[in-house]
């Protein structure tokens, strides 16, 4: 999957301490419609574990995740809630 992955909401957790991004992730997941794609930006090194374990355990989809300059980018396509 390449970086061009369109994203629907944009989650700007970065210089955010554990658990607050993935707090954040999980509110900004209860907005979107199954389909949407949400943006994750964190550098907290604990999201690297968090954030995938989540996705998989609340039955969404990691579509893509990358670590560029010190920030994790991970985009979560939402699934049924």
Not at 44 to 53: T, Y
Not at 65 to 71: A, D, I, L, T, Y
Request: charged share 20%; proline share 5%; aromatic share 4%.
């Amino acid at each position: 999957m390449s970086d061009s992955v369109s994203a629907t909401l944009e989650l700007d957790a970065s210089q955010l301490v554990c658990p607050m991004p993935l707090l954040k992730t999980r509110q900004a997941m209860r907005q979107l419609s199954p389909g949407d794609v949400l943006h994750v930006q964190a550098t907290d090194r604990g999201a690297l574990r968090d954030i995938p374990a989540w996705v998989g355990q609340a039955g969404h989809s990691l579509v893509h995740h990358k670590e560029e300059n010190g920030v994790l980018h991970f985009w979560i396509r939402c699934e049924e809630h």
